[in-house]
């Protein structure tokens, strides 16, 4: 089992940037598929970016490729997303999320796939 705890989010101007983190308690953090998820009132969970096990293999949403990068450091249990260029339409709640890989360059792309979830931070994109 592993435990998920964000952080980075807060208030941030169009075209800023912000840097999330999730730090994962246990030991095995590097046999899990990651991945970032955002919500807002009234919508559904949605993907934002995927991770793999080893961070061979990455997956972005459409609407953030070149804006945002997910990466990873097993060495100390922690997954990040770099979110640059900010829009407004990028407010949220972010989520992390955990999973078991099967292989090495596996990734997972939908919210029901995964095992594992932080308690979320607010992103807020406003002038």
């Known amino acids: 089992q592993v435990q998920l705890v964000e952080s980075g989010g807060g208030l941030e101007q169009p075209g800023g940037s912000l840097r999330l983190s999730c730090a994962a308690s246990?030991?095995?953090?590097?046999?899990?598929?990651m991945g970032w998820f955002r919500q807002v009132p009234g919508k559904e969970r949605e993907v934002v970016a995927a991770?793999?096990?080893?961070?061979?293999?990455?997956y972005y949403t459409a609407s953030v490729k070149g804006r945002f990068t997910i990466s990873r450091d097993n060495a100390v249990n922690t997954l990040y997303l770099q979110m640059n260029s900010l829009k407004a339409e990028d407010t949220a709640v972010y989520y992390c999320?955990?999973?078991?890989?099967?292989?090495?360059?596996?990734?997972?792309?939908?919210?029901?796939?995964?095992?594992?979830w932080g308690q979320g931070t607010q992103v807020t994109v406003s002038s």
């Open positions: 999320a955990a999973r078991t890989g099967m292989f090495t360059d596996t990734l997972y792309y939908k919210d029901s796939d995964y095992t594992y």
């Open positions: 246990g030991r095995t953090f590097s046999t899990y598929v």
């Open positions: 991770i793999s096990r080893a961070g061979s293999r990455t």
